[in-house]
Nanobody
Framework: QVQLVESGGGLVQAGGSLRLSCAAS????????MGWYRQAPGNQRELVAE???????DYADSVKGRVTISRDNAKNTVYLQMNSLKPEDTAVYYC????????WGQGTQVTVSS
């Protein structure tokens, strides 16, 4: 079992930045992959970024060049640095962990105003 708690969401103007954090209840060193997904009203949940145990990253085309995912194994925390935010980035952002099972956080709201 892995509990995930997100923080860092909020309201920001277009062009601004936010850093989301996801704190895990256990060591993330051995977790196969951790990622961030988002879901806007009326849309399906979609992958934003993912980082594997060996540090390999993957990004959605819509956020490439604006978003960076990173992990701090010592703090059991994964971060999502988002820059040059756009109104279409508005969504609930969920932390995800894939190990023996798949685990989700409760989500944090990101709202980007135009």
């Amino acid at each position: 079992q892995v509990q995930l708690v997100e923080s860092g969401g909020g309201l920001v103007q277009a062009g601004g930045s936010l850093r989301l954090s996801c704190a895990a209840s256990r060591s993330i060193f051995i977790i196969n992959a951790m990622g961030w997904y988002r879901q806007a009203p009326g849309n399906q949940r979609e992958l934003v970024a993912e980082i594997t145990r060996d540090g390999t990253t993957d990004y959605a085309d819509s956020v490439k060049g604006r978003v960076t995912i990173s992990r701090d194994n010592a703090k059991n925390t994964v971060y999502l640095q988002m820059n040059s935010l756009k109104p279409e980035d508005t969504a609930v952002y969920y932390c995800n962990a894939k190990h023996t099972g798949e685990y989700w956080g409760q989500g944090t709201q990101v709202t980007v105003s135009s």
